[in-house]
């Protein structure tokens, strides 16, 4: 009698390229990076009017990038009706199994992740927060049972990526309650996470923020302390996709958060400083020392330091926050503000992506 062969972890098979995935893939992700979220319509449109998808899961990811592009322009209904196409991400028509002469070896749903995730915020995006919520909730309790799954069948690669997404989808899921000012949901969902061994730095992190928030000053330093701890003991969890330049900062930058909570922002900018040598495109570092800067009723250097910041890297520096405190200080730094702020506005037009909210310049 022969032995039942090994189940496979689909994540161990490497592809040779990205186009060998899906009819040049690399190009559509090259545009994503960059930003080209109109060009991504385009392309879109363009290779369903000229049938160059021939295979189902070509359809999902052109789908999928089409979506992420409307979502991303704020085109939010045309997104959601784009969604609604495909009905049930359950259906037979998305199993690779309904296909065995394409897909041999290969069995599951085709669905990409990032539709699934799409599907959970787009009802934030159009006013309806109790429904995604609940599609927050059924994706994570998808994701949990996806680990399981897994797990019992020891696929190793497969497990540590779904973990990723669990994280991932807790981290959106609590941003989405303490905006409503729901610390105790937010607390708790950390705190069970934590409880099953899930040494993420950044949630770790997350929880001292909200203490804060709620007044515990002396539990935000004991979860920062924490978190410190992890970088000196190289405690990572596999569900983090920090590096390590990226996890020292996080570290220095919690205390700096510390320092600015006591108002000794002279500290605050000694930490952010650090976290600038290691890596320029610190956005949030390069932002809170501005402010902190600011604070200490030293405008002109802030100023600087949030102009050379979009100077160095402004693929990275180029995001709404920054400008938008930019030009607060222009605002009171300058009598002809407006001109300023105009000459920033006709740069980011030149430089900034597709998605860039160019309103944030109040011009």
Not at 99 to 118: A, C, E
Request: with cysteine; aromatic share 8%.
């Amino acid at each position: 009698m022969d032995e039942p062969s090994p189940t496979i972890d689909p994540l161990t098979n490497q592809f040779g390229s990205l186009n060998d995935l899906s009819h040049e893939l690399a190009s559509l992700q090259d545009l994503a990076m960059r930003g080209s979220w109109r060009s991504i319509l385009d392309k879109v449109s363009r290779a369903r009017s000229l049938d160059l998808l021939t295979k189902p899961h070509d359809h999902l990811i052109y789908l999928s990038y089409n979506v992420l592009a409307l979502t991303k322009l704020r085109r939010f209904s045309d997104a959601s009706n784009e969604l609604d196409s495909l009905h049930d991400f359950n259906s037979h028509h998305y199993k690779y199994e309904t296909y065995p002469k394409l897909y041999h070896t290969r069995s599951g749903s085709m669905v990409p992740f990032s539709l699934r995730f799409i599907h959970a915020q787009l009802p934030f995006k159009l006013g309806n927060r109790q429904e995604g919520l609940d599609r927050f909730y059924l994706l994570l309790n998808f994701i949990r049972q996806k680990i399981k799954d897994k797990g019992i069948h020891s696929l190793q690669e497969s497990v540590k990526i779904w973990r990723k997404r669990e994280v991932f989808v807790l981290h959106c899921l609590i941003g989405h309650h303490l905006g409503a000012k729901e610390f105790n949901v937010c607390l708790d969902l950390i705190r069970d996470l934590i409880n099953h061994d899930y040494l993420d730095p950044v949630l770790v992190s997350k929880l001292g923020y909200i203490q804060m928030q709620i007044g515990d000053f002396e539990g935000a330093k004991g979860s920062f302390h924490c978190v410190e701890t992890m970088l000196n003991e190289r405690k990572n969890d596999d569900s983090s996709a920090l590096s390590e330049v990226e996890f020292r900062n996080l570290v220095n930058r919690n205390k700096a958060l510390v320092f600015l909570v006591g108002k000794d922002y002279v500290s605050a900018v000694r930490e952010y400083e650090e976290c600038m040598e290691r890596d320029p495109a610190d956005v949030v570092a390069v932002n809170n020392k501005a402010l902190c800067l600011m604070y200490l009723r030293d405008l002109s250097d802030s100023i600087k330091v949030l102009e050379n910041s979009l100077e160095r890297v402004p693929t990275v520096a180029l995001n709404e926050t920054l400008v938008v405190n930019l030009c607060s200080m222009y605002e009171l730094a300058y009598v002809k503000h407006s001109e300023i702020k105009r000459t920033l506005s006709n740069w980011i037009a030149r430089v900034a992506p597709d998605d860039f909210d160019a309103s944030c310049t109040r011009v």
